[in-house]
């Protein structure tokens, strides 16, 4: 029976000697039988998992969970496999105490766990890059954004009196209203971000619909000119008010402007 069986029937003393062993241990280690016999099978065990297995198996507790370990295969590639505690009796003529287990191959478990954890701590080292590229962005743009919005605003206030001739004027207003669009801007693309890394809540308002898809399209306009294509967005002139969250919204038309340019 265990010849057919996916998992393979031993006999081992505390130092994993192999006094015993199922036909199928070729699916397991990659060798045969009188290859694993005596201490066939122990030499290729990695030696820094002979001891835990040995300790395992003195413990004699079937409740135990299967000990992990490493095989040297005839190809010298190694393997992952478990080891079962199934029971222990003492030899009748040398009384020494024998070891029933099972074993089986998790190479392939492993692996993949391996690769899991892999795609996981990149995946977190991604999400720390970008935590850290929205703080430097909080502070790089923000702020000297403001400040020249700050500034602009003083200007066009009189404060330490009249700056002259009119056309100034002019320029100190396209400064401020420029400058107060390209925050707005760098707003929504940080929320955005947070939106992406699953740090922002719903936070619903009365907006026009119009005006988002305006925005969305601005945002891309450089895009599509980089990529010659001409980009229109044939929006009614009336406004379109409804209860939604601002910045979600943009993001959903960002995404269809962007797949449209593409």
Not at 10 to 35: E, H, K, M
Not at 207 to 220: G, N, T
């Amino acid at each position: 029976i265990a010849s057919f069986s996916k998992d393979v029937f031993c006999v081992l003393d505390r130092d994993c000697n192999c006094f015993y062993v199922s036909q199928n241990i070729d699916a397991v280690a990659g060798i045969d039988v009188a290859q694993s016999l005596e201490s066939g099978l122990k030499q290729r065990i990695a030696t820094k998992d002979l001891q835990a297995l040995g300790d395992y198996l003195s413990a004699e507790d079937a409740q135990l969970p299967a000990q992990r370990f490493r095989i040297k295969q005839a190809d010298n590639a190694w393997h992952w496999c478990e080891m079962r505690f199934m029971g222990a009796r003492r030899d009748e003529k040398t009384q020494e105490v024998r070891y029933e287990c099972l074993l089986h191959d998790v190479n392939e478990l492993v692996t993949v766990r391996g690769d899991l954890e892999k795609a996981r701590l990149e995946a977190d080292l991604a999400n720390r890059s970008r935590s850290e590229f929205l703080a430097n962005m909080n502070h790089e743009l923000r702020t000297p954004l403001n400040a020249i919005i700050g500034f602009a605003q003083m200007i066009e206030s009189g404060i330490y009196g009249d700056v002259g001739h009119p056309k100034y004027n002019d320029y100190i207003s396209n400064i401020q209203s420029s400058g107060q669009n390209l925050l707005s801007k760098v707003n929504d693309l940080i929320e955005i971000a947070n939106i992406n890394s699953g740090d922002m809540a719903l936070n619903e308002g009365e907006h026009d619909l119009i005006k988002i898809a305006r925005c969305a399209v601005e945002l891309y306009a450089h895009k599509a000119f980089m990529a010659r294509v001409e980009l229109h967005d044939n929006l009614p002139d009336q406004q379109i008010i409804a209860n939604v969250d601002r910045v979600r919204v943009l993001q959903v038309i960002m995404n269809l402007v962007s797949n449209a340019v593409k």
